[in-house]
């Protein structure tokens, strides 16, 4: 392919100085209290709290008012600007200087789509993202969460305890960014049949409402604002609360014994915030604004033995889990989606038009799932072990040994497919969704030798 050369940016651009962040101011208690219930060093009631500020990193406000970081170089979106290349020559046959829709086809040329959103901010000095300064200094601004816990410690024979915890950590103070230059005015709500389907939540079927923005709006640009969101809506709800149960067992001086589970699940709630500003909710439904996760139970577990006299140390792990790590904050980890891939010929029989800057080849892509309601079938379980010799040589030790990685070889899937496919026929509706793209990594041997001098 091809790019006809054509300045887009005669201008010479130049950079002011600019302020970001300036300094933030905090008070971050944390605290804990452990007490002897019985007064018999046998039964422990421990409390803790405290305060966490989100990391300080160069990105998100800490940078993005550099002017620098705001030219836009890119052309926003998935593939870009839409194009059809109607002449098969592989080359744009359009006036890429014309922000409008164009349709040369008829006369040799081909079909280019308007240019709307941050699309018409390419190859300009227009702010990308405008912050308000009031979240780039001051006390109490920064994001936070709060993690309170509560645990009951009890030794049930000389070596052997058990530990049981509630664990709550909730978020605040969350920064926000939208596009100033549209209102919850501008979005028309359109409904989705979703297809039946075994793989969906509770078998699929009946309809799903997204939000789409007007023509008209799309075409006014893009000006993002960040800023806190509470200043749009009452600030979210975001937690995430579980119990923690381990059972600590130590035979002789040789074998150490522990096993664990955590069950846990995550609450959001946006809607307040979906209401006012529907360019956050983005391509999902919107009833995906309210989720409570279903209960999500992990398993641990690690022992160690030392042969006496040979020295050969034996050790392993095991954790059988559901969800990996990832998702949002108050999440147990993340979940499965149905990207629904809907030709745009399709969605304007259910939107009343072709999407703001599409056309009518190309497709749209709605999450017709319900985040926290579709997870992995399988459980993740992993065994690792470790055998290691210990030789002493006067003052000095060498362990060598070696690690067995998967050692039970489980090949379960780690990662899916979540594309779904329309087709007029139901019965070839979402060919491949939820087909395995990555399973657990194979058995793994390693030799290591660690030399303590």
């Not at 999407?355 to 497709?363: E, F, I, K, V």
Request: with cysteine; aromatic share 10%; hydrophobic share 35%.
């Amino acid at each position: 392919m091809t790019w006809p050369s054509r300045d887009q940016s005669p201008t010479p651009v130049r950079f002011q100085k600019t302020d970001s962040v300036t300094g933030y101011n905090d008070i971050t208690p944390r605290m804990g209290l452990a007490f002897d219930l019985f007064g018999n060093g046998r039964t422990a009631i421990k409390v803790n709290a405290g305060k966490y500020l989100a990391a300080a990193v160069a990105d998100g406000s800490y940078s993005s008012n550099s002017p620098a970081l705001q030219y836009v170089r890119t052309m926003p979106g998935t593939n870009g600007r839409g194009w059809t290349d109607s002449n098969r020559n592989y080359q744009i046959d359009c006036n890429l200087q014309s922000a409008a829709a164009q349709d040369l086809s008829a006369s040799g040329g081909d079909v280019c789509a308007a240019l709307t959103g941050s699309q018409l901010n390419f190859a300009s000095v227009v702010p990308n993202t405008v912050i308000n300064p009031d979240v780039l200094s001051g006390w109490g601004v920064r994001s936070y969460n709060w993690n309170f816990g509560v645990s009951v410690q009890h030794a049930i024979l000389p070596r052997l305890s058990v530990d049981v915890a509630y664990n709550r950590r909730w978020w605040g103070n969350f920064l926000t960014t939208v596009n100033q230059l549209v209102t919850a005015a501008d979005y028309d709500k359109w409904t989705v049949p979703v297809p039946s389907d075994p793989r969906l939540p509770d078998g699929g079927g009946g309809t799903a409402q997204f939000v789409a923005i007007t023509s008209a709006a799309s075409a006014r640009g893009n000006l993002n604002y960040q800023t806190k969101e509470t200043e749009f809506a009452d600030a979210r709800t975001a937690y995430w609360h579980g119990v923690d149960a381990n059972v600590t067992a130590r035979v002789s001086g040789s074998i150490n014994l522990q096993a664990g589970t955590s069950t846990g699940r995550g609450v959001r709630n946006t809607c307040d915030l979906w209401a006012a500003r529907p360019d956050l909710q983005g391509s999902n439904r919107s009833d995906s604004c309210d989720i409570t996760e279903p209960w999500q139970t992990s398993f641990r577990g690690l022992g160690s033995y030392v042969v006496p006299k040979v020295d050969v140390q034996i050790s392993g792990t095991i954790r059988s889990t559901i969800t990996s790590a990832g998702g949002d904050n108050a999440s147990n980890g993340t979940s499965l989606n149905g990207n629904y891939q809907l030709p745009n010929t399709v969605v304007q029989q259910y939107l009343g038009r072709l999407p703001a800057g599409g056309t009518a080849a190309q497709t749209t892509t709605v999450n017709i799932v319900i985040p926290g309601t579709l997870y992995p079938p399988d459980r993740r379980t992993q065994l690792d072990m470790r055998f290691a010799k210990i030789f002493r040589f006067g003052s000095r030790r060498l362990n060598a040994g070696v690690d067995l990685y998967n050692l039970l070889n489980a090949n379960t899937a780690t990662s899916f497919n979540q594309t779904f496919v329309y087709n007029a026929d139901p019965a070839q509706a979402g060919a491949g969704y939820l087909n395995p793209t990555a399973i657990m990594g194979p058995r793994l041997l390693r030799f290591n030798a660690t030399l303590t001098f």
